[in-house]
């Protein structure tokens, strides 16, 4: 069985940070950016070919990401989303010293997981 981390302090963005633990360890910034960076890439793998359009499709309310699907090649996607501008924002919301207990039971996080892709998380961001 899956274990899930989401942050408790950001209710509007716990699922678009939500992850997937693969290890027992404790969670920490760095080891969160880790699992957020394999997710990302496991969206853009599944969004195959529609990955660019997706972050085209993005122009008029994030241009960030309209710039990464112009300027990276699509094996750099997901590195480009996670250190955008959008999504540091979005990470830096975590209250670290708040995070001692999951927003939601488990089985919700994993759930809403489940149906994530790739545009459904930056619509949130």
Not at 11 to 23: K, Q
Not at 24 to 31: D, E, F, K, S
Not at 64 to 73: F, P
Request: charged share 25%; net charge negative.
């Amino acid at each position: 069985m899956s274990t899930y981390w989401a942050p408790s302090n950001v209710p509007d963005l716990e699922i678009a940070l939500a992850v997937e633990l693969i290890s027992p360890r404790p969670m920490t910034p760095a080891l969160h950016r880790d699992l957020m960076e394999y997710k990302l890439e496991r969206l853009v793998r599944e969004a195959g070919k529609y990955a660019r359009q997706i972050l085209e499709g993005s122009e008029e309310y994030a241009p960030e990401m309209y710039v990464i699907a112009q300027d990276s090649n699509p094996e750099h996607y997901a590195i480009s989303i996670l250190h955008s501008d959008t999504m540091m924002q979005a990470l830096n919301q975590i209250d670290w010293s708040r995070q001692n207990e999951l927003p939601r039971p488990p089985s919700e996080i994993a759930e809403a997981l489940k149906d994530q892709c790739l545009a459904s998380l930056l619509e949130v961001l």
